[in-house]
């Protein structure tokens, strides 16, 4: 085995020399094992190290087994510790009640029987090892998954940029050269008409070129910050879409870190999506303020709703929809919340908060804005 893979095991008794037998009898284990006379002793080996299973005599002097268990389960650490009591004594079924209260996975009587000890002891270490490599796997995979919004996000800003410095340019030329044609062509009224015809349709395509290059990325995000950003990008959605939106900003925002402004303004992006595409409703409000420490976006609609299940369960179990899965991936990288409150016929709200000592980049003296209300009817 693997030192990396060995687990700690915490054996806690009065007596130095049951200790030793306890050590004899595990040492077969290959794990960690660690001695505590005494229960502060043990509170402090668990401050210290990643315990797996605990091995706890229940008669001893200062503070008991049940004590020591107590003070184990009211840390928020260790709540899901094993701890096996071990008593010389034979326990009332009360006495069994009071221990399995306090957290107990199992009881061992004296005289010990030595496989049936290891056997225990073994089943908890060997639990608590495949729910640490789980634990492993699981924060490799938020990794990856950053990694993979990451680029998609630099990709998106490559691409908008190619739309709006290449392909835009390459359109703006076409027209210029099309109207040169045009005032050239003089009193050829079928060739100038065409031509005309042709400059519209370039004008057409160089404002979809700009406008898909910005919803892909807008300039504004990077250059002023997510206020402006949000602003320009609810006026342009509301004239798309014929959704009168009300944004509240907090006066006291300023600046956050790139990656918070940039996740937060794909959450409202996906969220008036599908406000227009799956709510029916007619209007939709957005409020970004800090509180109690947080930043907290909660955009809402006065649709149609959710369904039930998935708004009560806090959407666990349901099938979602790619978008908020990656509005709730998105905010998981920034250690935050995601919130889902619906009522069928009254509506959806779409709530996210981040800590702020993550989110604030600089500081908001230099960037404050005036608070302000945008409403695009």
């Known amino acids: 085995m693997k030192a990396k893979d060995k687990v700690n095991i915490l054996m806690v008794d009065d007596q130095p020399g049951k200790l030793l037998s306890y050590e004899v009898i595990l040492g077969g284990l290959g794990e960690n094992l660690i001695k505590a006379t005494s229960g502060r002793e043990a509170f402090e080996h668990l401050l210290k190290s990643d315990i797996a299973v605990v091995l706890m005599d229940v008669s001893m002097p200062e503070l008991d087994g049940f004590e020591v268990a107590d003070m184990i389960r009211q840390h928020p650490r260790f709540q899901q510790t094993a701890i096996i009591f071990i ?50 796997a699981e924060e490799g995979l938020r990794r990856l998954s950053g990694r993979l919004m990451q680029t998609q996000d630099e990709e998106r800003r490559r691409i908008a940029r190619e739309l709006h410095d290449s392909l835009g340019q ?31 349709q370039l004008e057409t395509a160089i404002v979809e070129t700009r406008t898909l290059s910005y919803l892909l990325h807008p300039p504004l995000l990077d250059e002023i910050g997510l206020t402006s950003a949000l602003a320009w990008y609810v006026e342009g959605f509301a004239k798309r879409s014929g959704i009168a ?87 998981r990288q920034l250690q935050g919340q995601m919130e889902i409150r619906s009522e069928q016929g009254k509506g959806t709200a779409m709530i996210v908060t981040v800590p702020d000592t993550l989110a604030t980049a600089m500081s908001t003296s230099d960037t404050r804005q005036k608070a302000h209300t945008v409403r695009s009817d």
């Open 170 to 200: 390459y359109l703006a030329a076409a027209k210029m050269t099309v109207d040169h044609l045009q005032a050239a062509l003089g009193n050829d009224l079928a060739a100038s008409k065409s031509l005309a015809d042709a400059a519209e």
């Open 87 to 136: 008593s010389a004594v034979h326990l009332t079924e009360l006495d069994l009640l009071k221990g399995y209260e306090r957290g107990a996975v199992d009881y061992i009587s004296v005289p010990i029987v030595p496989e049936v000890l290891r056997a225990k002891v073994s089943v908890f270490a060997e639990l608590h090892r495949k729910t640490r490599q789980l634990e492993a």
């Open 245 to 331: 939106v009300n944004v509240r900003i907090s006066p006291t925002f300023g600046r956050l870190a790139p990656e918070v402004e940039t996740a937060l303004f794909r959450v409202v992006q996906e969220c008036l999506s599908n406000v227009h595409r799956h709510s029916g409703s007619s209007c939709a409000s957005i409020e970004l303020v800090r509180v109690s420490g947080e930043l907290r976006l909660e955009v809402r609609d006065q649709g149609k709703g959710m369904p039930h299940a998935l708004s009560v369960n806090g959407f666990k179990g349901a099938k979602l929809g790619v978008g908020i899965q990656g509005i709730h991936e998105r905010v």
